[in-house]
């Protein structure tokens, strides 16, 4: 995802699967994957003038969580990208990001040969919030990935608006 949409040449942390990965990572429900990210990538994206938001992917994991912890400082919002084959690993990272009270949106993911299933049932099985924007993306590809980062924002910044009243507030100091 940040690779497809990066404006600088996103500095990622693939590794190829190998033995000592067996009961740590599950591949069987993603034929032919033969690598993963093992760490996190980073890239950046101008979405206006004024707006250049950073982008970091991380596994989701919840051994990766310790990292979370330091990304999300500062951060104005997060996607959660969510593979139908492996849709189950989707309910830690939407539950980080609920229980830290981040906005964030859920990206559902569309692969050729994956599971298809309606916005709605992947809404109602991973029991997401009314509130929570569920979008469709080919995280491939860059359009369909700026539209979930333009979501993201949208969405931050409307949270942002109901907590402090109609305006942003004033910095002090």
């Known amino acids: 995802m940040v690779g497809a949409v990066s404006e600088i040449t996103p500095l990622t942390t693939e590794a190829v699967m ?7 990572d599950d591949p069987s429900k993603v034929p032919g994957k033969q690598t993963t990210t093992v760490a996190m990538d980073f890239g950046r994206i101008t979405m206006a003038q004024d707006l250049i938001l950073y982008l ?6 919840t051994r990766f969580w310790f990292m979370w912890d330091e990304i ?3 951060a104005v919002g997060a996607a959660v990208l969510v593979d139908t084959r492996r849709i189950t690993d989707a309910f830690a990272p939407l539950d980080y990001f609920e229980n830290r009270q981040l906005p964030y949106v859920v990206a559902l993911n569309r692969f050729d040969g994956a599971p298809q299933y309606e916005p709605e049932e992947v809404r109602e099985a991973l029991a997401i919030a009314p509130h929570v924007p569920l979008v ?5 590809h860059r359009e369909s990935v700026k539209q979930v980062l333009v979501n993201v924002v949208q969405h931050a910044m409307a949270t942002l608006q109901a907590q402090h009243g109609r305006g942003f507030p004033t910095p002090v100091g």
């Open 72 to 74: 999300i400082r500062g």
């Open 136 to 140: 469709l993306t080919d995280a491939r």
């Open 56 to 61: 970091f992917g991380t596994p989701g994991q």
């Open 18 to 24: 190998t033995a000592a990965g067996v009961g740590i």
